[in-house]
């Protein structure tokens, strides 16, 4: 079956500056690759998706990218704010199966 | 997403006690999940079912029972035999199961031992 892995499982940026996550994938029958934004007592949030007929899509400061021949997709967030402290989870999706990284803790210091 | 509506947000089990976790949705989504989530270890699937009365086992059943006898409603049972069922339980929706869509969550119940 599919598993993720994610890195790092923890991030701490100043304000301003930019903030990677990286995840890989096993499972070369993934197509579907969403990210997801939890902040601390709350409901996992859709934040960014990414389908695998497309290399890269940004939204305003967010912006992920897929290399499907590495398995392995990124989330870019720039010019970070206090606000997007926040646990950040990759999945990756096949038909049949969705599966999920561990997670990154992102910590954006003002 | 106000369309998923977990409760209670916060449950208490006694040894022995079998308890059970509510999940509705009012997105009409096919595909409804059950997910445990402990610290550091991500999101894992316990059950999922795409259709009413029928439902498949995630990766960690054991100690769960769901079922799913109307479309809007998927509950979850945390039964006596799951030994350590401390953890932040979140109930997911998606649109169609195999068509590669978001999944929608709702605001999750954690579960503790007393």
């Known amino acids: 079956g599919e598993n993720v892995e994610q890195h790092p499982s923890t991030l701490s940026v100043q304000e301003g500056d930019s903030a990677v996550i990286k995840c890989t994938y096993s499972d070369s029958a993934s197509n579907y690759f969403p990210w997801y934004k939890q902040e601390l007592g709350k409901r996992p949030q859709l934040i960014i998706d990414i389908r695998s007929n497309v290399g890269e899509k940004k939204d305003q400061r967010i912006a992920v990218t897929l290399n499907k021949t590495a398995k392995h997709f990124s989330l870019h967030i720039t010019e970070t704010q206090p606000e997007d402290s926040a646990v950040y989870f990759c999945a990756a999706s096949t038909p049949e199966d969705m599966r999920f990284g561990a997670g990154t803790r992102l910590t954006v210091k003002p | 997403d106000g369309g998923i509506t977990q409760s209670p947000k916060y449950l208490f089990r006694k040894e022995g006690q079998n308890v059970t976790l509510s999940c509705e949705q009012n997105?009409?989504?096919?595909?409804m999940y059950w997910y445990r989530q402990d610290p550091g270890q991500g999101l894992r699937l316990i059950y999922y079912s795409q259709i009413v009365n029928d439902f498949q086992k995630g990766d960690i059943a054991e100690g769960y029972s769901v079922s799913r006898e109307k479309k809007e409603s998927f509950p979850l049972t945390v039964t006596s035999a799951q030994k350590n069922p401390t953890a932040f339980y979140l109930c997911?929706?998606?649109?169609?199961?195999?068509?590669?869509?978001?999944?929608?969550f709702g605001d999750g119940t954690r579960l503790s031992i007393l």
């Open positions: 997911a929706s998606s649109i169609l199961a195999d068509s590669n869509q978001p999944q929608h």
């Open positions: 997105l009409n989504h096919d595909a």
